[in-house]
């Protein structure tokens, strides 16, 4: 299974609700990310978790709350959002391996299509 | 820090024509170089990477890229193209010392003209 799968694809929300984006990967890989993507945009970096843990996050406001309750599983837990939000949010996760064979590569979802009304 | 510069947004391309797409890095450190593919509405694909050993890389679908650590370069390249090349390209970088970070650059939309 070299999949990395996001749920859901398309996702419209007012700018009360609270609603979440779900990630999920069976491939072994020990870090998972979040970016968010505009149109016509590179993917900008949200967070990292390494080992289930949160290690990097880019100054990202606090109405995004990300989780990773194991070593498969990716949220980001969505509240309030404003309409500037809406954009492609893509989850990638990436082999960690100890003694330092990690080759970089990123494997993506297809991304939620999040729009805030 | 590390960064990385797409310089042509847009680069349109008649069908079975050479195209090269340009990626410049800075870093201060030891990288590793990436090419992704993004089509409409989905999310992005390794074309190839760069992690050491041969300065040519070549990835699927018929690129290939040189990594030039003089030019700080790496550029990307297919003979020929075809109409279902049509896409978005990123370039990214990953430092070595912090690989946790990817940093992409603004990419650049090939447009293949039948």
């Known amino acids: 299974d070299t999949e990395v799968t996001q749920t859901p694809k398309h996702l419209v929300m007012g700018m009360t609700n609270k609603k979440s984006l779900k990630c999920e990967q069976h491939m072994g890989h020990r870090a998972m990310y979040w970016y968010k993507q505009k149109a016509k945009k590179p993917p900008e970096l949200m967070f990292v978790?390494?080992?289930?843990?949160?290690?990097i996050n880019e100054s990202v406001p606090s109405r995004f709350s990300p989780e990773c309750p194991n070593s498969s599983l990716l949220n980001l837990h969505l509240h309030a959002l404003q309409p500037e939000d809406s954009a492609l949010y893509l989850c990638?996760?990436?082999?960690?391996?100890?003694?330092?064979?990690?080759?970089?590569?990123?494997?993506f979802g297809e991304g939620s299509r999040l729009t805030v009304l | 820090a590390q960064s990385v510069t797409q310089l042509d947004s847009q680069v349109p391309v008649f069908e079975e024509a050479p195209v090269e797409l340009r990626c410049n890095y800075s870093?201060?450190?030891?990288?590793?170089l990436f090419w992704y593919v993004q089509y409409p509405n989905q999310g992005l694909q390794l074309l190839l990477k760069?992690?050491?050993?041969?300065?040519l890389v070549k990835g699927i679908n018929g690129f290939e890229a040189e990594f030039n650590k003089s030019q700080t370069s790496f550029h990307l390249r297919k003979p020929s193209v075809h109409i279902s090349d049509t896409a978005e390209y990123f370039c990214?970088?990953?430092?070595?010392?912090?690989?946790?970070?990817?940093?992409f650059g603004t990419g650049t939309k090939l447009q293949v003209i039948p």
């Open positions: 870093s201060s450190v030891s990288v590793y």
């Open positions: 990214a970088v990953s430092s070595s010392g912090g690989y946790q970070k990817v940093t």
């Open positions: 990638a996760s990436r082999p960690r391996t100890s003694g330092g064979a990690d080759t970089g590569e990123l494997f």
């Open positions: 760069y992690l050491s050993g041969s300065t």
């Open positions: 978790y390494s080992y289930e843990k949160l290690s």
